[in-house]
């Protein structure tokens, strides 16, 4: 887990300001065993949990290109 976007309700814009949370430790070592850029990881990283508060999930964070992480249903 990278991030997280505390009350997060699919399909509905967030009446809550976040928080969202960055694990800057889990993305550190994410980067050390792919290769990825930590300032870029970073940046995807937060778009994807602020994407969360406008509601979106992972197949609606796909739609606009941001990263995703497990599809819902996926095991």
Known sequence: MLGAYHNFIPG???EYKGPIFLYLKSIEESCAETGDDFEEKVNSTYLHELGHHFGWDEFDLAKVGLPTGRMPGEE
């Open 12 to 14: 509905r814009m967030s």
